[in-house]
């Protein structure tokens, strides 16, 4: 059977989060390197739990993207369904074409998943649930779909990520935002305990290199990745804050940089594991 694509009558209206990342589907997996590291991570998990069974049951990957994971998730074993959800349609198209798997693919809002109640086994979510307005509501939709001794697998990124790219932007274009805003650490952690009961969280600070800060810059923008709120200035951003940006970038030990010299950015990562019992 071929891949199924299904368009689901609950999207929300958040175009613009879905065209970003709809315009990034032919360059997104090329620099996906955080987004890897954290799926790769939570992958890790499921695989040291199932010990040497293979994985089996119907999988949802939520927030799909290009479908890298939900086609190593249909590779996990032989009696596994997966289906492939995004907002974005740019997304799922780009997925559909690109996979040999017999995988259902499916346009979606994560904050009404358009699925059965407990219709799965395992949620997989990868750096998706803060682009949501509602995180909470995620999780009870997800909570909602899952079959008694299902599991759920989340990654997120919370407040202080990119801090040092948001620094160098107040220094060179001071009362404008060109980071996206992440929910705090201890706000994100008392939703969860909340939603998800005897969930297991666990935060670590990740740091990426960077040839320089517009190496940064221009991966987020292949990414889909950049700054989304309705308050952006919608005008091209003007070399010179550009420059300054640079300039004012933190050098790893500390001090100015020049546009071409080397730097890390920080990102603030939360994984969040929890079983339907």
């Known amino acids: 059977m071929s ?23 032919a ?12 799926g790769n991570t939570m992958l890790e998990v499921l695989q040291s ?15 799909c993207g290009t479908g890298w994971f939900t086609r190593k998730l249909a590779g996990l074993g032989p009696a596994v369904y997966v289906t492939g959800m995004d907002l974005s349609l ?3 198209e780009h997925a559909g074409a690109s996979a040999s798997s017999d995988i259902t693919w499916v346009v979606a809002d994560a904050e009404a998943i358009p ?44 407040e202080g990520t990119l801090t040092e790219l948001d620094q160098a932007w107040w220094q060179a274009d001071s009362g404008e935002n060109h980071i996206n805003r992440f929910e705090p650490e201890a706000a994100f952690r008392e939703t969860v305990s909340r939603e998800l009961p005897g969930a297991e969280i666990e935060t670590k600070t990740l740091r990426l ?43 790893p030990n500390g001090g100015p940089i020049e546009p071409e010299g080397g730097v890390i ?3 603030e990562a939360a994984w969040v594991y929890w079983s339907w019992r």
């Open 265 to 267: 950015a920080s990102y």
């Open 3 to 25: 891949a199924q694509l299904i368009i689901s009558s609950h999207l929300a209206s958040k175009t613009d989060i879905a065209r970003g990342f709809g315009n990034a589907r």
């Open 209 to 251: 290199p960077y040839t320089s800060p517009l190496a940064l810059t221009a991966e987020l923008k292949q990414l889909g990745a950049g700054y989304k709120h309705a308050d952006r200035r919608r005008t091209i951003t003007a070399p010179g804050r550009l420059r300054a940006m640079c300039r004012h970038y933190p050098k």
């Open 90 to 92: 740019g997304m799922v």
């Open 49 to 63: 739990q199932a010990g040497q069974s293979s994985l089996s049951g119907d999988v949802l990957d939520l927030g």
């Open 115 to 158: 699925l059965a109640d407990q219709s799965c086994d395992l949620i997989f979510s990868n750096l998706m649930i803060q682009w949501c307005a509602d995180p909470a509501q995620v999780l009870r939709e997800c909570r909602r779909v899952l079959r008694p001794g299902g599991r759920l697998v989340v990654s997120t990124l919370l």
């Open 27 to 38: 360059t997104y997996e090329g620099a996906s390197r955080l987004q890897r590291l954290m």
